[in-house]
Each structure stands twice: as C-alpha cells, then as structure tokens.
C-alpha cells in the first residue's frame, strides 16, 4: 500500500539540458505518459568542450535515491552525484559537466529508487534527454585528379565526421565564383566533368557548413595535355667551319622537358620550356635531321629541322672488276655522298700489289669528269693490282677508298687434251674420255688447268654447245643429248681465264631411240548429236624417229575399247548414240613402238524434243482475260515452253473458225521456263479478249533447239460483263493516299484503264493521280476529291466496258471546333445519320431474306428445266468489290468444227466436251492427263448450270 501511494504520488521528473555561452536547447510540448509521469523531453545539440547542466526535478512525499543513469546505464563518477534520501519539494538538482565530450553523448535518464518493507528498493525509471555532440566539418576528403584532355574526371569533396550532417555542402570553382554543386543534409558532394577541357582548369573549393561551424579547403585542379614543339628555324644549309643555332619552343602542362637529338641521338637536354642548340664552326658529321623533343607527363610531341653543311665529298665505296681481260681491267665504283656540292672529278690510282708506287689511271682533270668507270690497259697477264679512287667538288678533295686488289687473266693454255674416244653412246648420253694436257709444258703467265670443256655440236649444224668437268679428269659423261641425232664432240683445257687451249681430235657419235612420247592438247571438237571428232599434237619427244602413226581408241562408260590406226592428227566418229559420254586414247607410233597414250572423254548432243502431246486437257482455268495452260514437265530435256495463242474471233460470232498451225508464225507467243512454271506446272495466258474463240499451240525447246508444233488447240474467254472498281484501303485518311482498284468480275487485273469521275472528268497521271497498272492512287486527299469513280477499257469487238465503285469515296467527318458556339446542327446531323442508318439494315435484311426466297425457288426450276445457253447474272445485281466465284463450276471449252480435209501438220485436235481441271473451281489440284489418255481423280462439282457445248 505504501508503494502504490508513493507511485502514485510521484508526479514528474524533468531532465534539462543547460548549455554554457549563448548556446541554446530545443524544448518540446510536454507529453503525458501513462503511470502518471509528466516529462519535457529535450534533445539537445551541445559543442564540444562547453559546459553542460542536467537537472532532475521531482515533487512528492516519498523519499526515494535518486539518480542518474548515463548513456550505456553506468554511472560516470567524475560527473555524477548520488542525491540523499531527503524530501525534495520543488527543488533542482544539478548535475554539471565542465567539458562535454563524445563520451558524454546519448540518453540520459532519472531513476528513482523507492523504499519497500524489509529494506529493499525497487528502481523506477523516469523520462530520457537525448544529448548531442555537435562536430564543427572539417574537409578531409577533397579529390581534384589531374587528368589529360577529353578524359572524364569527378572531383569530390566530403566531410564525414561532422555532426550533424552538413547542411550546406559545395564545390565551388573559385576563378570565378561558379557553384558546380550544392548539396544539403549529406556529408559529400561530387562533381562530373564528362570531357575535359583547357578551361576546366583552376581553383577549386569546397565549402561544408553545419550548426557547429563552417569549414572550406581549396586544391588546384590541373589539365594536362601534350606539349605542342616548334623548332622556330627552317631547313638550312651552311658551309663548313659556319655557325648556326636552332631554337625550340614547347608549351604544354605540365611543363615539358626539352630533348635535342641529332639522326636519333641524344646531343643535349633542358628542363626549360625553350631551348636553343648552338652548333659552331660546323663540320659535315653535324649534317643530318635534328628534332626538338617536348615530353611531359601527358606524353611527347617532336619537331624536325634538317642542317645541310657543305664539305668535301666522302670517299666512294671500294672498286671492283666491272671487265677482266689478260692484259686490262675496266674499274667501277660507287660514288659516296657529295655533302651537299656536285662533285667535280674523280682520281683512280693503281698499282702492282707488292710496289710502293702509285700509277695515275685518271687525274681530276680528265674528260671523264664524274663517271664512275676507268679502263686501264697494259698490264701483264696473271698479275694481281691494287686501285683506289677519291673525288672532288667546290669545297676540296675527299679521302680514298679502300683499297681494291683485282687480278688480270692469264693468257690461254698453249696445250690441249689428245686422243679424244666415247663408248656407251644411250639414247641421251654418251661417255667421253681423253689424253689429259701436259701441265709441265705451259708458261708461268698461262696459270694452270683447273677443268675441261666438252664442246659438241649437231653435226652438219654450227650452234655449238659445251658442258665442263669438274676439276681436271680425262673422263666424264656428256648428258641432255637429243635422241637419235648425230653429233660432233671435241675437247678444250681451261685455266681460270676466259680462254681456251688448242682443241682435242674430233670425234662423231649417234645417240639411241625410244618410243615416242605421249601426244598433246587432245580435244574433243565438233560435236553433235551422232558424231564426235578428236584432235591432238604431235608429242614434243619423238622418241628420236619420224613418227609413222597413231593408235586411236573409243568407247562408251560401259563398252571396251575399239582401236584403228590413224595417220594424221585428228580422227572422225561417225554412228555414235546422242546424249552418250564416250572415251578415247590416243597413243603415237615410232620406228621403235607405240608410246604411251592420252585419255580424254566427250559426249554427243542431245536431240530436239520430240512433238510435244497438247490437248484440251492441258487447258485449265478460263476468265474474261486469261486462260490458264497445264505443261507436262517430266521430260529432263525441256528447259522451254513456248505457247503460242491467235484470237479467232467472238465466240457468238457463227463465222470464228480456228486457223491451222501453218500461219502459227503470226501468232502471239509466250515464252516461259521450266523453273518459272506456277505451282502445279501451269502457265497463264493473259491479256486476252474477252469472249473470244482462241486458237493454242504448244512446242518445247532445249538447248539444240526447238521441237515441232503440237496440234491446235481451242479454248474460250468469259464474257466481260462489267468491271469492278474497289477502294483498297479500309480507312481513308484527309491528307493521305488512296488506292483504288479496277478488275473484272473472276478478279482478273486490267491493264491501263481510262478512269473518270462521275462528273465525267477524264484523269491524267499528275501528281495528284498515279496510275500503277489495274490502280489508281489519289495523293493528298481532300473533300473535293470524294464521291464515284470509274474506270474503261476498250474490248475489241465489244465497245468500251467500264465499272465504277458502289459506294464511292468517302472520308471520315471531322469533329467540329469545341471553341464553335452553336453546336446544335451537328448534333442533329448525327441523329439523322444514326436514324438512316438503321433504317439502311432494315431494308437490306428485307432484301436479302427475299433473295434467299427466290434463290431456293430458282434451284428448284433449275431441276427441271434445261437451259440451253449460260447467261451471267444480272451486272447491276451489285457484285462485291472483291473477287468472288461465278454461278457456273467448270470452264467453257468447246470441239473445234469439221472443216473440209486438207493437208494441215499437225491437225487440230477433236475435242470432246469435259469438265476441266479447274482449281478456281475444285478443292483437288488439277492434274494432267495419264498416257492411258483417262482423266487423273477429282472430287466431282456438280455444275450450277449446265455447259454449253459450241460445235
């Protein structure tokens, strides 16, 4: 009892926050709490280091500890005082903290401790204060990378301990007082920039301020780029001993470094942004391409200058033999650089290898001038000597060459082999063998013999020819010898000079013969159907004897071969079997045999097909224009049909009568493929004639020609009632295109119609109309431009036939302004149109119900009646724009009439009335007729009305 009364007397406990200085504390409303606590709750943002009060209040009876629990629920000693157990009523205690730290920080709460019987506190907890350190920004995070040009760069800026949370936050550019970036409430703002540029370049602040202070820090931002080196001077040239200085200029960040390099070699470095090169009392090793290097850390960039320094020219390149005789030798050499001046003359000395003096060839005045060739004579044979050259220009004499040894020729040997004989003489070879010469007796200055030359020739002939030993032997073989020629031999002694010794005996010899070689080029010429002819070349080895025949041989793949001999180069087959792959062999015949043969193979021409089988059941499908024609493919030997079509006359006209093939000539012609063919091997014949008798004939080609006309067949076009004009588009649109289309009932496209309006203007292609065939595109369509249209051809025989829409062309109204005041009309137009619209279905449902009626009424006439003639339906019965089947199911094919007998190839073909394999009206694919001439299985139609047969 004595707890709940101290409970219940315990009204409230406040906790505040005091701050030293200026520095004040947000206060709240108060809260009442349940259990009866009564709180101020206070959060408090407190600096560092600043002195902090806390105060607990109380006003009850009940002598309760009192104290309170800092931020972890532990007691700090050095701050907290424990109250006593004394009536406190209306008073403050005070606890006082002389520098808040971040350790001080969190939720501070009263407890009170209320006394129980037996001596035992039960702990009350009362309301918190929330304290909090506020920390001043320091920018510790500020990131401006210097980069290259064009590449992307962030630059971010950042104070993450302050406390609370800045807020403002900046980048700043500071050159002229840009705000890049402002953020608030976040510890770090950043910046992009996505190519960067020279001008991106400067200071940079960034600036980050909260309760507890403000705060800034500056960092340069650096753009790097390439430096760009200019060597200030030209190309120049100067004289020996002359001064020149370059000078070099590279801007760049940051700054370059200058190198000076001479053909690639460094000749001098500076750390400056400009640098000269002095090169004084110049000399021709300072001549060459020098090159200003700028590099930094953004890369390098060079220019180039070249120096020319005239001097004296540079010693030509060591001479050489260019002639060699026994007694002179022609000296060449290659010039070396002039340095910049023509070079005047050159000096060529020489001298015996072994003497200390040098004899004048050619002196810098000499005729010869700049020629790089001197010829010196008279000197000894097999003797060795030394030349050198140098030359001259404006600027002096240059250095000698190296020293070239060249030696003269002996003179020829004086004694030549003997006894020359051969044995083993082959069809290509033969061996040779003789006295060699006696070295003892040449002269020092003929050297010595080092090998033999074999000298041959056709006998009776002077064309010499040689091949040499190898080494000094008195035997070898002599080897790409003709067959079966006479040939002269004799031998000579070389030294190593281009001289001979007097020759060996002479001596003739016969090489051997062999079967010929095999013939060439053979061809396969002249072909057609029933013969072939072959041709060939005489073979390039004959084997060393006339050639007296040739063995010629056929067959076919499956035949043996058949041989007969054959004097000349080619050879005739007559009696072959066309369109047949044959082989032959031909082989040359020798004074030794016959010699291998040669294979190749040819085949004979195909024929002309054969007259090809045409007949009424070739022809399928009919409409007003077309007529459809079924082609027999099976024959591989076609590639081509040709139909050729000849309009009799009107098919009501009782004089139409088909013309025979002989004046086929004059007929109109349609080509087409074998690949071309439509689906099913049919072709149609179209722009024709409507209600026309035409004449058909048929004919086939390969490639050896065309075969003869097949007989004459007849067929018939549709009446052309009239045309039907449709708007091919569903929603025509103001402003848009309209398409409309002209065909005629079987939906047949007509070609180049007339087209008019119902006011009867004629239209011409214009911009505003295009015709395109069977269309007619109406551009920028308007209001005007609604209403019927019709389009006329011109039927031969018939006079003009022409359709026109049924509906006309219309357009969508357009909705009226909202901005218009009087609305009334057009809602009263849209009643009206609704009201007659309705009315509209009521009579077409009248209508059609009363069509159905007398059609149901005609099919039963139609049982037992039989018509005599087909006549179509009523044209202004209103035939839907679109293409839809006819009353009838089958084509109107007719015979053809007996005419008197007279001589006509092929005759024109009796027809008998059939229905014809028509897919416009049958759901089986239309079929040829098989060689039993019965017709291939349909599903049978039965005809809505019967069929004409026209005799």
């Not at 370049?201 to 309760?211: P, S």
């Not at 000597?385 to 060249?406: H, K, M, P, Q, W």
């Not at 006894?419 to 010595?448: H, M, Y």
């Not at 008019?756 to 209001?783: C, P, W």
Request: hydrophobic share 35%.
């Amino acid at each position: 009892m004595i707890v709940l009364m101290g409970l219940w007397r315990f009204a409230t406990c406040l906790a505040l926050v005091a701050l030293s200085g200026t520095q004040a504390l947000d206060l709240f409303e108060n809260v009442s709490l349940a259990g009866g606590w009564t709180v101020y709750p206070i959060r408090g943002i407190v600096l560092e280091n600043t002195t902090v009060r806390i105060a607990c209040q109380r006003n009850d009876s009940v002598f309760p500890d009192y104290t309170l629990l800092s931020p972890g629920h532990s007691v700090y000693s050095d701050v907290v005082a424990r109250f006593k157990d004394t009536p406190l009523l209306q008073r403050d205690d005070t606890i006082k903290i002389d520098k808040f730290a971040q350790k001080y920080e969190g939720l501070w709460r009263c407890t009170a401790k209320v006394r129980l019987p037996g001596g035992i506190r039960e702990p009350i907890f009362g309301p918190s204060v929330a304290i909090e350190l506020a920390v001043a920004p320091t920018i510790t995070q500020f990131v401006a990378p210097n980069t290259n040009l064009s590449d992307p760069v962030t630059i971010t800026c950042g104070s993450p301990e302050a406390k609370p949370v800045p807020s403002y936050m900046a980048v700043v550019l500071e050159k002229d007082g840009t705000v890049l970036k402002n953020e608030s409430g976040r510890a770090n703002v950043s910046h992009t920039i996505a190519s960067v540029t020279k001008g991106n370049a400067g200071r940079y602040t960034c600036v980050a301020e909260n309760k507890a202070g403000r705060s800034s820090r500056t960092e340069y931002f650096v753009v790097q780029y390439v430096p760009v080196t200019t060597i200030l001077n030209m190309n120049v040239t100067i004289n020996q001993t002359e001064n020149i200085t370059f000078s070099c200029q590279s801007n760049g960040v940051p700054d370059a470094a200058i190198t000076w390099l001479l053909e690639g070699k460094v000749v001098k470095t500076s750390d400056k942004v400009n640098s000269t090169l002095m090169i004084t009392s110049a000399t021709k090793e300072d001549s060459g391409t020098y090159t200003c290097q700028g590099r930094n850390d953004a890369g390098f960039h060079s220019d180039e200058v070249v120096l020319q320094v005239r001097a004296p020219p540079e010693a030509p390149e060591k001479p050489y033999a260019q002639n060699t005789t026994n007694v002179s030798i022609t000296v060449a050499w290659i010039a070396g650089s002039d340095n910049f001046s023509p070079i005047k003359g050159y000096e060529v000395r020489y001298r015996e290898r072994g003497s200390d003096i040098w004899l004048y060839a050619r002196n810098f005045s000499d005729a010869a001038g700049a020629t790089t060739v001197q010829l010196i004579e008279g000197l000894r044979p097999l003797t060795d000597y030394e030349f050198r050259v140098r030359a001259r220009n404006a600027f002096g004499e240059g250095d000698y060459s190296e020293i070239g040894t060249l030696t003269t020729h002996p003179n020829a040997p004086s004694v030549g082999p003997t006894i020359l004989t051969f044995t083993n003489a082959k069809p290509q070879t033969v061996d040779l063998s003789w006295t060699l010469a006696n070295q003892s007796l040449l002269a020092d200055n003929e050297g010595n013999i080092t090998y033999y030359e074999m000298a041959y020739n056709v006998k009776d002939k002077p064309d010499m020819a040689s091949q040499n030993t190898n080494g000094v032997v008195s035997m070898d073989t002599l080897d790409n010898l003709a067959k079966g020629t006479d040939y002269v031999v004799r031998v000579y002694a070389r030294n190593s000079g281009p001289y001979r010794s007097p020759p060996s005996n002479e001596q003739s010899f016969t090489t051997g013969k062999t079967v010929p070689g095999r013939v060439s080029d053979l061809q396969v010429t002249n072909e057609s159907e029933y013969s072939l002819t072959i041709t060939w070349k005489v073979p390039q080895d004959t084997g060393g004897a006339a050639i007296t025949g040739y063995n010629v041989e056929h067959r076919t793949s499956t035949g043996a071969f058949k041989a007969e001999s054959q004097a000349s180069v080619n050879a005739s087959f007559p009696n072959l079997q066309p369109d047949t792959l044959y082989t032959f062999r031909v082989s040359a015949i020798n004074s030794v045999g016959p010699g291998l043969p040669v294979t190749k193979e040819g085949s004979t021409l195909k024929t002309v097909p054969s007259q090809p089988e045409f007949t009424y059941r070739n022809i399928g499908s009919t409409t007003e224009l077309s007529i459809t024609v079924y082609l027999e493919t099976s024959n591989y030997q076609v590639t081509t049909f040709v139909i050729a079509y000849y309009r009799a006359g009107h098919k009501l006209d009782p004089n139409t009568k088909i013309p025979d093939i002989s004046n086929v000539a004059n007929w109109e012609n349609k080509a087409v493929g074998i690949n071309d063919l439509e689906k099913g091997g049919s072709v149609e014949v179209d722009h024709l004639v409507p209600s026309s008798v035409y004449a058909l004939a048929l004919r086939t080609h390969n490639n050896r020609g065309f075969s003869d006309w097949s007989r004459v067949v007849r067929a018939e076009t549709k009446e052309l009632q009239r045309l039907i004009v449709t708007v091919v588009d569903d929603f025509p649109t103001h402003g848009g295109t309209v398409t409309l289309r002209c065909e005629t009932l079987f939906g047949v496209a007509v070609t180049s119609p007339m087209w008019s309006r119902q006011d009867g203007e004629m239209l011409q292609d214009s911009e505003k109309y295009t015709f395109q065939d069977n269309l007619l595109l109406i551009h920028e369509v308007a209001e005007e431009d609604q209403g019927k249209y019709t389009c006329t051809i011109e039927v031969d025989g018939e006079g003009e036939v022409s359709g026109t829409t049924t509906d006309g062309l219309s357009l969508p109204g357009r909705l009226e302004s909202s901005s218009k005041k009087d609305d009334g009309p057009a809602i009263g137009g849209g009643i009206a149109v609704a009201v007659i619209a309705v009315i509209c279905i009521l009579i077409a449902l009248f209508w059609f119900c009363r069509s159905r009626r007398r059609e149901r009424r005609g099919k039963e006439e139609d049982s037992q009646v039989q018509m005599s003639s087909f006549k179509p339906r009523d044209p202004e019965a209103g035939i839907p724009p679109k293409r839809r089947e006819p009353e009838f199911s089958t084509a109107m094919i007719s015979t053809i009439a007996a005419e008197p007998a007279r001589s006509v190839s092929p005759p024109v073909e009796d027809v008998e009335p059939s229905i014809s394999p028509n897919p416009m009206y049958h759901s089986a694919k239309p079929q040829l007729i098989r060689e039993d001439m019965s017709p291939a299985p349909a599903e049978p139609v039965a005809p809505k009305a019967p069929i004409e047969t026209m005799v």
